[in-house]
């Protein structure tokens, strides 16, 4: 009879525990991708970001200089010019390189051929 007793006590007790513990777990959330989470997987972030970005202030990397730029093709740089863009590009955390990279297209900057895929591979 003791052992009986013990196994409705126990059962109980491990109901109330199961019951605490379901009312205490959260669904989980739902979240849809931000400008700061975008990796370049997903075309309507980016170009929402885009938007997003060209409706607020230009933002500068200590890049001024390279606005001498504007205009200019990415494929008519020469090395050393190539080079101004290494040295704003490397003194830069890699999380910087996508918002960077925006602004140079929202001031109409090209970046030049030769730093590219650079630029590309700190942005992933």
């Known amino acids: ?14 109901y109330v525990l199961y019951t605490i513990g379901r009312h205490h777990v959260s669904a989980p ?7 700061g989470t975008c ?7 980016e170009q929402e970001c885009m938007m997003e970005a060209a409706t607020k202030d ?8 390279l606005d001498r730029y ?5 494929d008519s740089y020469t090395d050393d010019e ?22 140079l297209i929202l001031r109409g900057v090209n970046v030049p051929d030769q730093v590219k895929d650079e630029l590309t591979m700190l942005m992933e």
């Open 1 to 14: 009879m003791i052992i009986f007793v013990v196994c409705i006590v126990l059962l109980i007790f491990f």
């Open 58 to 65: 230009i933002v500068y990397f200590d890049d001024e200089e």
């Open 70 to 74: 504007r205009g200019r093709p990415s």
């Open 82 to 103: 190539a080079e101004e863009f290494r040295e704003v590009l490397f003194t830069m955390r890699p999380d910087e390189t996508r918002e960077w990279n925006r602004s």
């Open 29 to 35: 959330v739902q979240t849809s991708p931000s400008c």
């Open 39 to 45: 990796n370049g997987h997903d075309s309507r972030c």
